[in-house]
């Protein structure tokens, strides 16, 4: 605890140096999660406890109108260490603008573009499904071309990533790099459609001497959203092929924004049901299940400047049930205070 005491510190510390002697302009925020969870077999209790889940420091440079930076650090409560508390960096990179209109080239450990992860904003408590089941990670090493469809009708990112996520590196990764591409199209204010491939050829550039396996990785997905008025509906389907092993499922989560509907009651009423099948060829191994969540959003306090929730509460129940039958199914309920803020310096 003392040595990541003492390593935020020394951060904090470079920042304010760095922004105070320097004419560059940075944003400093932070994110906090505290949360009480219940985890339920049945009607018993296997556990319950308070704890700060997830916490965000990040600091954002602006070297000038066509070149930025980000650096962020992950912190959370964890028995992994003896301390009780990890910190992994979830991003690092500069960011740069491209001769082409509203196009940018990002490079260093960037996010990953592809399906609900990159823009997720946990409006269940819950991962998005395609990080939820590991489909792929958040974040990666790596570059990615980004860049915004003419007239408002969506995006597209080109990117080229290590391949196993941001907190694999050195030995721990492979020789081969992985391809991505992402679509988000607009057809229609209010509609969203789009989709995500990533594939991963282990055998690619590697001689015939390797000890490296033969194994391909290929994911994809499709998205889709509509939103009007008080309601916002995600869908989702994806699926990962490890040598001919499928793994597949989907996503869908209502949101009806009650703000909309009554403005003195700044809240969100939200529902989601996940169905996974880790391989979708063996039927006999019951390995698949569903997950259903049920929660609202009470938001107390909002940025003045651009309405953005800063302060907000989370309720969730989640139900997660098991085709194999020996299998109970299990229940979790968390109550989340969420905050965040920030400024420049």
Known sequence: MKKLGNLLSLLLLAVMI????????SKVSMELWNRYTVDLNGTDITKSYFSLERGYLGIEPTFSDKMKGRFTLDFFST???????????????????????DMSLQAGLIKTYFGTIYDWTYATIQKSFDDKEKIVSSADYGVSVNGLI???F?????????????????GDIDANPAFAFNLRVIPLTGITLGGSVLYEDHSLLVDADSTVSDTVRMVYTGVGRVAFGPIDIIAQYAAKDMDGSLGAGFMVMPVIKINKLVS?????LVG????????????????????IVAGFNWNLFKNPDDGKPMVFVQ??????MYEDTTKDATDNVAIQLRYLFSGKM
């Open 272 to 291: 989601r049901y996940d169905s996974y099948d880790k391989n979708t060829d063996a039927d006999e191994t019951n390995d698949s299940y569903g997950r």
């Open 315 to 320: 309720t969730n129940w989640e139900r997660t």
């Open 18 to 25: 760095f922004t105070n002697i320097s004419a560059i302009e």
């Open 154 to 170: 969506g995006e597209y990112a080109f990117s080229l990533y290590n391949g196993e996520g941001y907190s694999k590196a050195g």
């Open 150 to 152: 003419p007239a408002g």
């Open 79 to 101: 028995d992994k260490f003896e301390e009780g508390v990890g910190i992994k960096l979830k991003y690092a990179y500069m960011d740069f603008a491209m001769p082409v209109s």
């Open 264 to 268: 003195a009651l700044d809240m969100e």
